[in-house]
């Protein structure tokens, strides 16, 4: 089970990393920069930011539990294992999800400010 759970996690992780650009990143523009932009870029990051606090820990207790359940089905020690990498994936699935709805509303936030953000 271990063999194949750490397997499993090492891929969901990869997978969780891919395509996720940061709120931090630089916007891409399809046109002009307008007056406000810099004010209303401000505001938006700082209101994405916000977006998802507490998800990372709920997906990291979520994938703990699941983990641990299926370690369970052969052993307590597999248990444990099953736990920890568990948390460790739903955390990082967690974090990756986060990044990219804040990365959305960051985006959405400019776009309904007028200024030409692209996705």
């Known amino acids: 089970m271990t063999g194949k759970f750490l ?4 891929s969901m992780l990869l997978l969780a990393a891919c395509d996720t650009v940061p709120v931090d990143a630089p ?7 307008g007056a406000s932009f ?3 870029e401000a505001q938006c990051r700082s209101q994405a ?3 998802g606090r507490d998800h990372t820990q709920k997906s990291a207790a979520l994938g703990g539990v ?11 020690d597999k ?13 990082a699935i967690g974090d ?6 804040q990365r959305d509303y960051l985006v959405r936030c400019m776009q309904q400010a007028g200024h030409p953000v692209v996705a």
């Open 96 to 101: 990756a999800q986060v990044k990219q709805a």
């Open 27 to 33: 916007l891409q523009l399809n046109g002009a920069v």
């Open 66 to 76: 699941g983990g641990a359940l299926v370690g369970a089905t052969e052993n307590r």
């Open 79 to 91: 248990a444990a294992v099953g736990l920890v990498l568990g948390a460790v994936t739903g955390a």
């Open 49 to 51: 930011r916000q977006v």
């Open 7 to 10: 397997t499993l996690t090492a």
């Open 38 to 40: 810099d004010s209303d």
